[in-house]
């Protein structure tokens, strides 16, 4: 393993940003920001223009779990993923450019941080001008991809519906969001083979079928813990990129490396550290530890969105 990132936990917003986010100051809200409600987004060129079932996502449920929001997009927080964000699209953009390629975040053990990194992974992708996110919940054990976004709809068909029925159409369960860019995958019902379902030829077609109906996207799979199912290594070879997640002075050396031989080819898989103390730009540890960061990937930090 040669890569590593670190993920601080999230300060307190300062008294600027509390106030502005009270004030809504300057802020269009999701559902404003999605224009029409059809679920347009902000570039006009990320796919298909109206399309049914907008899902508003809760600003205020976002706030609350530390996630990002559009009106936070100038915090530590956001800056952190931003970086993570700037890797990522790098290595996706080797062989052709990121749209249509498929990244899965994963973990050793449960609550290490997956399913919140793969929301503020997305929604800063989303951010960016020329992609779209669509937003996989491919924890089909337990998914919780919905209610971390604050979206209240159980039920909805998603994954293991697609790949239970080949004739069924990617773009009728792949929902736009009240934030623009940002579309989501549910899980669809639980199925007693979801192994089987995410190893199958069917998971690589429909890979290649959401990259086709929705171009200029880059697919996020949300999964489950490696040691706790079989699903993260089941959808391995279907990513060109994978997150794993190691939660800082938590989880142990070993559950990440045996992990690791659980899933595959080290060469697609980057490490980030998370809920850890240090943070990119104080004095002492945190100070070097981004320093080390950026130095090691020999990249400029260059400001971007
Ligand atoms: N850096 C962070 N700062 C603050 N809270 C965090 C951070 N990372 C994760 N959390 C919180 O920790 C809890 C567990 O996170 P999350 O659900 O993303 O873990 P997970 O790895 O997806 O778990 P599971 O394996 O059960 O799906 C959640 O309440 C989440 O909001
Ligand atoms: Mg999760």
Same mark, same amino acid.
């Given at each position: 393993?040669?890569?590593?990132?670190?993920?601080?936990?999230?300060?307190?917003?300062?008294?600027?940003?509390?106030?502005?986010?009270?004030?809504?100051?300057?802020?269009?809200?999701?559902?404003?920001?999605?224009?029409?409600?059809?679920?347009?987004?902000?570039?006009?060129?990320?796919?298909?223009?109206?399309?049914?079932?907008l899902?508003?996502?809760d600003?205020?449920?976002?706030?609350?779990?530390?996630?990002?929001?559009?009106?936070?997009?100038?915090?530590?927080?956001?800056?952190?993923?931003?970086?993570?964000?700037?890797?990522?699209?790098?290595?996706?953009?080797?062989?052709?450019?990121?749209?249509?390629?498929?990244?899965?975040?994963?973990?050793?053990?449960?609550?290490?941080?997956?399913?919140?990194?793969?929301?503020?992974?997305?929604?800063?992708?989303?951010?960016?001008?020329?992609?779209?996110?669509?937003?996989?919940?491919?924890? +089909?054990?337990?998914?919780? /991809?919905?209610?971390?976004?604050? *979206?209240?709809?159980?039920?909805? %068909? $998603? !994954?293991?519906? @697609? +790949?239970?029925?080949?004739? /069924?159409?990617?773009?009728?369960? *792949?929902?736009?969001?009240?934030? %623009? $860019? !940002?579309?989501? @995958?549910?899980?669809?019902?639980a199925?007693?083979?979801?192994?089987?379902?995410?190893?199958?030829?069917?998971?690589?077609?429909?890979?290649?079928?959401?990259?086709?109906?929705?171009?200029?996207?880059?697919?996020?799979?949300?999964?489950?813990?490696?040691?706790?199912?079989?699903?993260?290594?089941?959808?391995?070879?279907?990513?060109?990129?994978?997150?794993?997640?190691?939660?800082?002075?938590?989880?142990?050396?070993?559950d990440?490396?045996?992990?690791?031989?659980?899933?595959?080819?080290p060469a697609?898989v980057?490490?980030?550290l998370?809920?850890?103390?240090?943070?990119?730009?104080?004095?002492?540890?945190?100070?070097?530890?981004g320093?080390?960061?950026?130095?090691?990937?020999?990249?400029?930090?260059?400001?971007?969105?």
């Open positions: 393993m040669d890569r590593s990132l670190a993920l601080p936990l999230p300060p307190e917003p300062t008294l600027i940003e509390r106030a502005a986010a009270a004030l809504d100051f300057g802020i269009r809200s999701g559902a404003d920001a999605a224009g029409t409600g059809t679920g347009t987004t902000g570039s006009g060129s990320r796919g298909p223009t109206a399309r049914p079932g899902l508003d996502l600003r205020t449920v976002l706030q609350a779990a530390g996630v990002l929001t559009p009106d936070r997009l100038r915090t530590r927080l956001a800056e952190e993923v931003r970086l993570i964000k700037r890797l990522l699209l790098a290595r996706l953009s080797q062989n052709g450019g990121p749209a249509g390629k498929a990244l899965m975040l994963t973990s050793a053990l449960p609550g290490e941080g997956k399913t919140w990194l793969a929301a503020n992974l997305a929604i800063s992708i989303a951010n960016e001008r020329d992609l779209g996110v669509v937003l996989v919940d491919a924890d +089909l054990a337990r998914p919780s /991809l919905l209610r971390l976004l604050g *979206v209240e709809a159980p039920d909805l %068909p $998603g !994954l293991s519906s @697609l +790949l239970e029925d080949a004739a /069924l159409d990617a773009g009728s369960c *792949v929902r736009d969001t009240s934030i %623009p $860019g !940002l579309r989501l @995958l549910p899980p669809g019902p199925h007693a083979l979801s192994t089987e379902l995410l190893t199958s030829q069917r998971m690589a077609d429909l890979i290649a079928e959401i990259g086709r109906r929705f171009p200029d996207h880059v697919l996020i799979f949300d999964t489950a813990p490696v040691l706790a199912t079989t699903l993260p290594a089941a959808l391995f070879d279907h990513m060109a990129e994978v997150l794993f997640v190691v939660e800082a002075n938590a989880t142990r050396g070993r990440v490396t045996e992990s690791l031989e659980l899933l595959g080819d697609k980057s490490l980030v998370n809920k850890c103390r240090h943070v990119i730009g104080e004095r002492g540890a945190g100070s070097r530890y320093y080390d960061y950026e130095s090691y990937y020999g990249g400029p930090r260059d400001g971007r969105t």
